[in-house]
């Protein structure tokens, strides 16, 4: 297993068109997060899966924004209507749901850079 | 709830000098506490961690001790490089949840020759 993949790395697109982007977790963990950083500042937490299940969901997440990850396994995060807010890097991670020495075995991905022009 | 509060940057310093980047936490649970590292352009790694008081975490260098009592978990290196250049960014989970991740905002580093 060669880590948490994001897809697609970059993307720039229009006001206004919706954007899809994909993640594989590691495929021990049952647990897949969505994290938005924008410029400047750190990641912030915008939603979490354990398997199937969307258990959390941030304030961040406006009702144009929605996940999924179907089977439990990768997750797509969809924004619709893209906004220039919108433009951030967009960080997905995955871990065990139980202890791995106190860190749970949390990876990060590269992330998909969004611009929306 | 839970956070993380770290010094402001940017930081410049010349290379093989000491470097401290202080960060400090609230934690209603019981938190493990990280730092990451992120070169421009590219997503986080995991530079260091620490799950349990006074643990000292380290990596390529770099050291952090994790301070109960004074809810600090403060970067050092004694000797930065030029590749050190990046931002750096404290975060903590809560032992108990492992639910997400609480960042702060990042301290630029730059190194210069």
């Known amino acids: 297993d060669t880590g948490v993949s994001q897809d697609p790395r970059h993307k720039i697109t229009k006001r206004g068109q919706n954007v899809t982007f994909r993640c594989d977790p590691i495929s021990e963990h049952n647990r897949l997060y969505w994290y938005r950083q924008t410029l400047g500042q750190g990641p912030e937490f915008l939603t979490y899966?354990?398997?199937?299940?969307?258990?959390?969901k941030s304030r961040l997440l406006s009702d144009r924004f929605s996940a999924e990850r179907p089977k439990g396994s990768f997750s797509t995060l969809e924004i619709q209507r893209t906004e220039q807010g919108d433009s951030a890097m967009y960080l997905c991670?995955?871990?065990?749901?139980?202890?791995?020495?106190?860190?749970?075995?949390?990876?990060f991905g590269s992330g998909t850079r969004l611009t929306v022009v | 709830g839970d956070s993380v509060t770290q010094m402001e940057g940017p930081v410049t310093l010349s290379e093989e000098a000491f470097l401290t980047i202080n960060c400090t936490y609230t934690a209603t649970g019981y938190p493990s506490l990280f730092w990451y590292v992120q070169y421009p352009g590219e997503g986080l790694q995991l530079l260091l961690k620490a799950t349990k008081a006074d643990d000292k975490g380290s990596n390529k260098g770099f050291e952090a001790t994790y301070r109960k009592e004074t809810t600090s978990f403060h970067l050092e290196k004694g000797s930065v490089q030029v590749s050190d250049s990046a931002v750096y960014f404290c975060a903590l989970i809560d032992r108990n949840t492992g639910n997400q991740f609480y960042f702060g905002t990042g301290t630029s580093l730059t190194v210069i020759p």
């Open positions: 991670a995955s871990s065990f749901s139980l202890q791995a020495g106190g860190d749970y075995g949390y990876t």
């Open positions: 899966f354990q398997n199937e299940a969307q258990l959390e």
